[in-house]
């Protein structure tokens, strides 16, 4: 079993005006975490094919996405990524001079273990 939790305030876009527009839009302060647990995984050649469930801004959704494996001094580091759509969990597109972003939002994970 895998359970991922992350703070939204550490989604980073590379720009700190949007960042800060960003968790205003996310209600970082009424929704603060993103927690996925898995419910199997499944290996595909060199790679692991990860199902479970989201939970993001108070909805959960089914997902899925391929991560990658590296082992490296007798840790598991995981990297892979996934799209979401942010009408799934009921959140506006923010926008920019009236001009709305898309509605897919590009999350990234690199985790390592904590454990050797």
Do not use: C, M
């Amino acid at each position: 079993s895998i359970h991922v939790k992350a703070s939204v305030e550490s989604f980073r876009t590379g720009n700190s005006s949007r960042d800060s527009h960003e968790l205003e839009i996310l209600q970082a302060f009424k929704y603060p975490w993103v927690e996925f647990t898995s419910d199997s995984v499944r290996h595909e050649e060199k790679v692991y094919r990860v199902f479970g469930q989201l939970n993001f801004h108070g909805v959960i959704r089914p997902v899925d996405f391929v991560v990658t494996p590296e082992y490296l001094n007798g840790k598991v580091r995981v990297k892979g990524n996934f799209v979401v759509l942010l009408s799934d969990y009921k959140l506006e597109r923010p926008s920019l001079l009236l001009v709305h972003t898309d509605d897919d939002l590009h999350i990234d994970l690199d985790v390592i273990s904590p454990w050797p």
